[in-house]
């Protein structure tokens, strides 16, 4: 395995982990549907006036989840790119450019 390769996994496991959680958060999104229709078509839960209520089980049984999945999946995101820029830095000004730039600074400083 070469070095690239080595440095890449960190940032494919954060992403597994994301998708992972996504699948979850969806599975558990479903589940809390099934539940609250069941519970107003049993006549034990009247949407009106209860929304907060409505609002407070579904965030509390899946909302959190979605928000693991995009806080890894922009963690890999983050640490993929900072990967990227340490294996392939910017090339600097070349010597050339540099002299260029001080003579033109000796110019005006030296008026």
Do not use: H
Not at 5 to 19: E, K, M, R
Not at 35 to 51: D, F
Not at 78 to 96: F, G, M, N, Y
């Amino acid at each position: 395995m070469n070095k690239r390769t080595i440095q890449i996994i960190p940032s494919i496991i954060l992403y597994i982990c994301a998708v992972l959680l996504a699948v979850y958060a969806i599975w558990s999104y479903t589940f809390c549907a099934d539940v609250i229709s069941q519970a107003k078509a049993a006549g034990q839960l009247a949407v009106s006036g209860n929304e907060f209520d409505i609002a407070s089980f579904y965030m509390g049984n899946c909302g959190q989840y979605f928000v693991f999945a995009l806080l890894l999946a922009a963690a890999g995101l983050l640490l993929q790119r900072k990967q990227q820029a340490l294996v392939s830095p910017e090339p600097d000004a070349s010597p050339a450019e540099n002299t260029e730039t001080d003579d033109e600074l000796d110019e005006w400083f030296s008026e």
